[in-house]
């Protein structure tokens, strides 16, 4: 890798660099800021954060407008997740009353860096896409449910395996009109 | 809404357990008004927890996140007297910041 284009490579990483050390700064940058600015030389190659692998530079519109569970992947750039097979755990209750606050509880038995938390027939698919420190063991949160469905959680493990989670919640009221 | 981010984290055995609340309506743009018409989104789109300055979680968040969403979490690598602070950002530019420190 040499000439010019090397140069010019190279002036938009510092730059890159630059910036988002002052916004992380100013605590303005998106949620992996201070993770970005110590990669940022790799965000050139990795603008659309596709795969998990880290979470993208700003709030991803088209993946959180996604009507499908199928489509929400393909946006995200994930293929063929392995079966989380306990490295993951989704904790809920089995019927869940009203589908405006539905918890649940996510165990990351693996370590992970980045989550996705996806509810199958919901008029939007993603809920949540999450960059955490890989100590964290486990994490809840409430999300809302339309419907009966199953919910999925997709994580990229510290060791760099993407492994995917589910679990399916019946619903007795919907959370979308309700909540 | 009210007071925006509420924080509490306790030493509990040998983790420290955060709790954190973010008053927010969380509006998913699929509810229909007394108007009979749709109530615009209006929700949390980035919200980051750091732990003595440093992230230990970000997240870009959508419509089916539940009002008043109610975030918990163990932090085994946090001690007693640490600093912990919270932000959001919603989806109309709107933000709040808090702190905290682990008891």
């Known amino acids: ?179 | 809404m009210s007071q925006a981010i509420r924080i509490r984290a306790q030493v509990e055995g040998k983790t420290v357990l955060l709790r954190v609340r973010m008053a927010h309506e969380m509006e998913s743009g699929q509810r229909k008004g007394s108007d009979g018409r749709l109530v615009p989104a209006h929700f949390i789109q980035q919200c980051r927890i750091s732990l003595n300055g440093r992230p230990v979680l970000s997240a870009y968040l959508g419509t089916a996140i539940a009002k008043d969403p109610l975030f918990t979490l163990p932090l085994p690598m946090a001690q007693k007297g640490d600093k912990l602070s919270v932000s959001w950002t919603d989806s109309r530019g709107a933000s709040q910041v808090a702190e905290g420190v682990v008891s």
């Open chain 1, 1 to 179: 890798m040499t000439g010019p284009s090397n140069t010019l490579l190279d002036q938009r990483r510092s730059w890159l660099q630059g910036v988002a050390l002052a916004l992380a700064g100013l605590g303005l940058l998106g949620p992996t800021g201070a993770l970005h600015a110590q990669s940022a030389s790799s965000i050139a190659s990795t603008t659309s954060g596709g795969g998990l692998d880290r979470l993208p530079n700003s709030w991803p519109k088209a993946w959180f407008e996604a009507q499908s569970i199928a489509q929400a992947l393909a946006l995200m750039s994930v293929k063929q997740p392995q079966d989380a097979a306990g490295q993951l755990v989704i904790q809920s209750a089995d019927i869940a009353e009203n589908g405006a606050m539905v918890p649940i509880s996510l165990q990351f038995q693996a370590p992970c860096r980045s989550v996705a938390v996806l509810v199958d027939k919901n008029p939007n698919c993603l809920a949540a896409l999450l960059e955490i420190d890989p100590r964290i063991p486990s994490l809840s949160l409430p999300i809302k449910m339309s419907q009966s469905a199953e919910v999925y959680v997709l994580a990229r493990t510290q060791a760099g395996g993407l492994v995917m989670a589910r679990k399916e919640i019946k619903v007795t009221l919907g959370g979308c009109v309700v909540g």
